[in-house]
Structures are given as C-alpha cells and as structure tokens.
C-alpha cells in the first residue's frame, strides 16, 4: 500500500456511480418488520437491498411512533427509500451487475489506499476458495473505510443516540456471525476426523486436499477491531469449505449439500454488507462536507 491519500480528496468522490447518496439514510437499528412488495435488488444477491429498504421504512415509523423523529423526518425517510427502490426496480439485470462489479473495482482500489493519520493493523487475508472472494471485495473495503469513519464522524453525521442503534445493530449482528461461524467450523472439523479417523480404521484410501492456488492472497490495513472481527469471520468460514473439501473428496458429502451450506453463509453475511457499504456512503456525506 504505497499512495497516502486524504479521505476528503480521494475516497468521497467514488459513491455517485453505486447509488444516490442522499437517497438513503440508516439511522435505525435492525427493522421491526418488512413491507410485502416485489423484491428488487443490486444484483449482489437475492434481494438484500430491498430488504434493506424495507427495513429502513420500518425503522422510519418505529422512530416516528416512539416520538425520536417529527412526522415530516419520517416522511422525509421514506421518500428517500422510494427514491431509492425505484432506482434499482428500474435497471435493466445487466447494470445492476455492472453495478456489483464497479463496487468491487472501487472496493479494491480502496485497499490499495493508505488513510493519513489513521492507526491500523496490518493482516494477511488467504481465501482459498472463490466464492468468497466477491463477498470479500464487494464489502469489506466499505465496512472496514465506514468503521474509522463512525468513530470521526459518526456523532455529527448521526447524532449520539442513532450512532448508538446504528452501531449496536452492527455489533449485534456480527457477534451473531461469529457464533454461526463457530459452531460450522466446529461441526466441520469434528465431523471430518472422526470421518477420516473412520475410513483409517476400515483401510480406505483418504484423500486430503488442499488448495495450492488461492483465490485471494493479499494483505490489507484494518482500521478497527470491527473490522479484523469480519476478517476473522471469513478466514474461518474458509477453513469451513477447506472441511467440506475433504467431506466432497472422499465421497461423504454432495458438492450440492456444501453449496447450500455456503449459501447460507452468504445470504447471512449480505445484510452486514448492504447496511455497511450504505451507512459508509451517508459517513461520506459528512466527509465531503467538511
């Protein structure tokens, strides 16, 4: 990572072509409930950001009803969702993926980045497996620039008290990460040594594969804890899929039944991903404001 850049100069300028800035805002917590209307999407997966939307509609009449926000702020939010929805509900497949791609393209150059007078950890990212590479480089970069930026500029950009739900959703819904993430490296592990411990026992051939060719090998500087948390999460994940690699090898477990896993894993981690790179475009706002 060799170009210093100032955050105002270099990094603001990137949120026109991804989606409207002011025509989102995430001062909620998680939603209360989700409005029952055709799911549209930004081509990242199925439907996050419609999901996203509705939960901010949620959020809006929450914080109206409990008297945090008057009913013209509300009308306000909502109109931004609109904006928003209909955005989306109104390309065409082919540029929501090109979408999706440039965020990627973005996302990279944001880690090729150096932020003057931040304090970071360096860490070394190994994926070994390709279906996480996109979910990597499609958020990370966005959650990793937005958790510096909530500690900066979160209280002018938020308020005290919605920084505070903004922050604790996040906070609830990684720490609900890493328990699944745990328990399915847990169950992994366990499964394949009593499986290879098993098949030792009979005389079968094993096999033991591994990955010679990465799909991701790079290193990159954390700003926060948060964000080493999430790295945490998907290099454990991968050592997941090394598991289920072996399970696949050796005939105990359909590539099928190991997709369906990784799904899950995905569709879980999706919404960190939407409200993150969301919350990190409002954050932006007050960047170039200043």
Do not use: C
Not at 102 to 115: A, H, K, P, T
Not at 193 to 205: K, L, N, P
Not at 213 to 222: F, H, K, N, Q
Request: no cysteine; aromatic share 8%; glycine share 6%.
């Amino acid at each position: 990572m060799s170009t210093a850049t100032n955050e105002e100069t270099n990094v603001a300028g990137h949120a026109a072509p991804e989606l409207d800035s002011n025509a989102e805002d995430v001062t909620g917590a998680a939603g209360t409930g989700l409005a029952t209307v055709p799911m549209v999407t930004d081509g990242a997966d199925d439907g996050e950001i419609e999901r996203e939307l509705s939960e901010m509609e949620a959020d809006a009449a929450t914080l109206q009803r409990e008297g945090m926000i008057s009913e013209q702020e509300a009308a306000e939010k909502r109109e931004q969702v609109a904006r928003t929805r209909k955005f989306f509900r109104d390309l065409p497949p082919a540029e929501r993926a090109a979408i999706v791609q440039r965020r990627r393209e973005i996302g990279r150059q944001l880690m090729e980045r150096q932020l003057s007078g931040a304090a970071v950890v360096k860490a070394a990212v190994r994926l070994n497996h390709t279906r996480l590479k996109p979910l990597f480089e499609q958020w990370w970069p966005y959650l990793n620039r937005m958790s510096i930026n909530m500690q900066r500029f979160g209280r002018s950009t938020f308020g005290a008290q919605d920084q505070g739900m903004v922050t604790g959703w996040f906070e609830k819904q990684v720490a609900d990460l890493e328990a699944y993430v745990d328990e399915q490296l847990e169950v992994a592990s366990g499964f394949r040594q009593r499986t290879q411990a098993e098949m030792t026992g009979r005389g079968d051939v094993v096999f033991v594969p591994t990955v010679t060719l990465p799909s991701l090998d790079i290193e990159v500087e954390a700003y926060s804890r948060f964000s080493m948390r999430l790295l945490s999460l998907l290099l454990k994940f991968d050592r997941v899929m090394d598991n289920f690699d072996f399970l696949v090898w050796n005939g105990i477990r359909d590539q099928s039944d190991m997709d369906e896993e990784t799904s899950r894993f995905l569709r879980k981690f999706h919404p960190v991903g939407v409200r993150g790179y969301m919350t990190h475009l409002r954050l932006m706002t007050t960047v170039r404001g200043r």
